[in-house]
């Protein structure tokens, strides 16, 4: 499970600002790349996917940046809330999840 | 349409004992998969299996874990004999084809071995 590479391991952000979290891969196989977010005592809870046929995806304040031929993914949380505080993991896999090391971000107000 | 139904939410064994961890996936789904997470750590995948059958234990430590999805009932995940070291988060997820879908988690059982 080392193929996955998350970064940073976590991060602080000031209320509005913007969250970058990073996610590399080496196994091309992958087709699928999901983040999930988990909150302190509870399991995690998908955020957002994204399939390789496109290289961007946004939901509300949430964008997958996708770069294939780097084998890179990216989650922007744009205008960052205290709420957004939480662990996120990228996901990439086929059958099955293959979890990063998780980015625990702090939004302070 | 309730949740990945997980129990207990805490258990706690002794050194030597068994735990036993049940999983109720989300009605309609036919794909669990178990992972365990330890404190300030990323989730760790255990095994997949779709009803009766194991697909993916290439996760499972060779040995004292065991896990299986029978045609009726939760998943079960069986440690014998658990070690100081078995004390982590056990996480059970579902999905509903698989491949590509998404999975939904469990609040999960946090084993405690004392």
């Known amino acids: 499970q080392q193929q996955v590479k998350q970064s940073p391991q976590s991060l602080i952000v000031q209320k509005g600002g913007i969250s970058i979290i990073n996610c590399a891969y080496e196994?091309?196989?992958?087709?699928?790349f999901p983040w999930y977010q988990q909150f302190p005592g509870k399991g995690p809870a998908l955020l957002i996917a994204?399939?390789?046929?496109?290289s961007e995806k946004k939901e509300g304040r949430f964008t997958i940046s996708f770069n294939k031929s780097a084998k890179q993914f990216s989650l922007h949380i744009m205008d960052s809330q205290p709420g957004d505080s939480a662990t996120y993991f990228c996901?990439?896999?086929?059958?099955?999840?293959?979890f990063g090391t998780g980015t625990r971000l702090q939004v302070f107000p | 349409n309730a949740g990945v139904m997980q129990n207990p939410r805490h258990l706690v064994r002794r050194r030597g004992q068994e735990a036993r961890l049940r999983c109720s996936p989300m009605k309609g789904h036919s794909h669990v998969y178990w992972y365990r997470q330890l404190p300030e750590e990323g989730l760790k995948f255990m095994v997949y299996l779709q009803k009766e059958n194991i697909i993916d234990e290439s996760g499972m430590p060779k040995e004292r874990f065991s896990a299986e999805f029978p045609k009726e009932g939760p998943s079960i995940l069986r440690i014998q004999q658990v070690v100081r070291g078995d004390s982590a988060a056990y996480f059970c997820?579902?999905?509903?084809?698989?491949?590509?879908?998404?999975?939904?988690f469990g609040q999960g059982t946090r084993l405690t071995v004392v």
């Open positions: 994204i399939r390789p046929d496109v």
């Open positions: 996901a990439p896999n086929t059958d099955k999840l293959i």
């Open positions: 997820a579902s999905s509903q084809t698989g491949y590509r879908s998404e999975a939904f």
């Open positions: 196994n091309t196989a992958f087709d699928y």
